[in-house]
């Protein structure tokens, strides 16, 4: 049982709750639901499906490093066939698919290699038409390098503006030339792979997307010589302006349910003080509002809240009667960084460290009383997803000044 009661920290506060998600199990008084399959890295580094309500443990595919529990909103891959560019789902341009060439980050061989012919000045690569909404959307695909280092994204102008053109060095990890107003980064995931996204709003239309081969930045069209090929899989259009876990698709398109993540403990609900490591997620300034604890009376009038906010910094706040009695900006946290803070609940002495650091305080306001949930990872009525990891949190009855910074450590 990884559910425990604490000494008391130095300074003599009441001991309390502990829940440590990167053990690999839910902690006792913790409950999850989710009303589909989802991925995650397990332990190994190997990307896997977990089964409907099943809770997410993820953990670095390079490292191995435990990251705890993944907390998502729901989210629809509206690619087709996410696996196979063989199928009649895809195009290929000006070169062929060798289908299932390698090991994939799931660890089976799936990963197609897309390989260019000898035709000269023009894209090698697979497309198709995508119908989009006016919205932002996360585009992504896992690649590696082979004989060609250099990949590009090309989403339409119509619906995207400018060149439509982003460019990534698969070789070396780095982004190269981006698309204007979007935003593009990649990350080494499992068997050499990386997952590079592009995250861009488009306009309302059909539009094309295409992936393909690269001699270097900026350089899509080119003379090929017949053999030259990278590895590609698990492809990927959602609309949302971070980056989530991977959704499969085949012949339809697919959609992982949300998690809904509860602490059930209401000796821990009534605690004044909460401790949270989690990682901030990877998304665009301007996203959407990510909270990473709630506790409520089950309505969003009587809260106590941990969120990251739409430009980036850490926000600790409260309300009574839907009125604000807390507000302590922590100040910027880069996206997907790791992060502790503790936070102090009560009546006119708010406080609040981040990463050890000094505390902020709010010394005018009202404690929000009579709650009844905590919810990890989304507010109230299934919103402000936190959209990545949260590996501990823990309670005390109260803490000092002094002790925050210490328990944020």
């Given amino acids: 049982m990884v559910f425990r009661y604490l000494n008391r920290p130095r300074g003599g506060s009441s001991s309390s709750a502990f829940y440590d998600f990167s053990l690999g199990s839910l902690p006792a008084g913790v409950t999850l639901t989710r009303a589909s399959a989802g991925y995650r890295y397990n332990s190994s580094g190997v990307l896997v499906s977990e089964t409907t309500n099943a809770a997410r443990f993820d953990y670095t595919p390079v490292t191995l490093a435990a990251r705890g529990l ?3 909103a729901s989210g629809t891959n509206l690619l087709t066939y996410s696996e ?6 895809w195009s290929m341009s000006n070169g062929t698919i060798g289908s299932n060439a390698t090991t994939a980050p799931d660890g089976t061989v799936t990963a197609d290699a ?3 012919n000898a035709v000269g000045a023009v894209n090698h690569g697979p497309g198709r038409v995508v119908t989009f909404a006016a919205t932002t959307y996360a585009i992504s695909v896992y690649a590696k390098a082979n004989t060609r280092n250099w990949i590009y994204f090309y989403m339409d102008p119509a619906r995207f503006g400018g060149s439509g053109y982003t460019y990534f060095n698969i070789g070396t990890g780095a982004v190269g030339t981006t698309l204007a107003g979007a935003t593009a980064f ?5 068997n050499g792979f ?6 861009a709003t488009a306009s309302a239309g059909n539009g094309n997307f295409g992936l393909g081969l690269a001699t270097g930045d900026n350089v899509s069209s080119y003379v090929g010589d017949g053999v030259s090929q990278a590895y590609m899989w698990g492809f990927s259009v959602v609309a949302e302006a971070y980056r989530s876990s991977y959704i499969q698709t085949v012949a339809a398109t697919a959609t992982r349910a949300a998690d809904v993540a509860l602490i059930t403990n209401a000796s821990a609900i009534s605690d004044q003080c909460w401790i949270v490591k989690a990682r901030t997620p990877r998304k665009i300034s301007g996203g959407a509002a990510n909270t990473v604890l709630t506790v409520d009376d089950g309505s969003f009038f009587n809260r106590r809240l941990v969120y990251y906010s739409t430009t980036g910094r850490l926000i600790v706040a409260a ?7 807390c507000n302590i900006d922590l100040g910027a946290v880069a996206a997907d960084t790791d992060f502790a803070v503790a936070v102090r609940w009560a009546d006119n002495n708010f406080a609040a ?23 990890v990872g989304h507010g109230d009525s299934g919103t402000l997803y936190w959209n990545s990891t949260i590996k501990t949190i823990e309670t005390r009855r109260t803490a000092s000044d ?3 910074p210490l328990l944020a450590a």
């Fill in 84 to 89: 196979d560019l063989s199928n009649a789902a």
């Fill in 319 to 325: 309300a009574v009667a839907n009125v604000t009695t």
């Fill in 186 to 190: 990649m990350t080494l995931e499992a």
């Fill in 114 to 116: 897309v390989i260019e």
């Fill in 70 to 72: 993944l907390v998502e």
């Fill in 353 to 375: 460290s981040l990463n050890g650091g000094a505390i902020v305080t709010d010394l005018s306001g009202a404690n929000p009383l009579g709650l009844t949930t905590a919810r």
């Fill in 194 to 199: 990386y997952r590079c996204t592009v995250i």
């Fill in 402 to 404: 002094t002790e925050l």
